[in-house]
């Protein structure tokens, strides 16, 4: 694997991410199997609501130096039809598009997955013109338990 490909910042300017190409070759083969390291291994944008702080003026303990905690936030998740979603992006550009707060914080693909309430399943925004590729609340609790224990289970 080259660095370009293991990179996974945003390719605005440089192409076909990681996980771009992954989903392409899915969708032409039928085997998401190579989605997974890609996705695992992304970078996302994830849209969150900063949640009010309690406390004093500068933290729990009010000691009123500088040191207060950073702010609690939570995903920003959305009611489907049938189920909860996280929409994420790979592109900060993109997140107006379903999150116009504009909230977000930056975290890996895997990162997410051990986050993630199992209820929840995934959306992920591939810009305006492009397909959505969803992740299930049950796939998402399969890839916590690859992620816990590699062998244990594959996607």
Known sequence: MS???ATSEPRSDRGPSWLEQALHVARTTNDYTPVWPAFVNTTFVVPVV????TGGAHGPD????????SPAF???VRSSADRPVLVITEQEADLAAFHPDGTAVSLAGGQ???????DVGIIVHRGPDADVFG?????????????DDPGAVGP
């Not at 997410?112 to 199992?118: G, S, W, Y």
């Not at 992740?135 to 992620?147: C, H, K, N, T, Y």
């Open 50 to 53: 900063v949640d009010e702080p």
């Open 74 to 76: 939570h995903f920003a």
């Open 135 to 147: 992740i299930r609340p049950d796939l998402v609790q399969r890839l916590r338990v690859s992620l």
């Open 112 to 118: 997410l997955i051990e986050a993630l309430h199992p």
């Open 3 to 5: 660095d370009e490909a």
């Open 62 to 69: 009010d000691r009123g130096d500088d040191s207060s905690p």
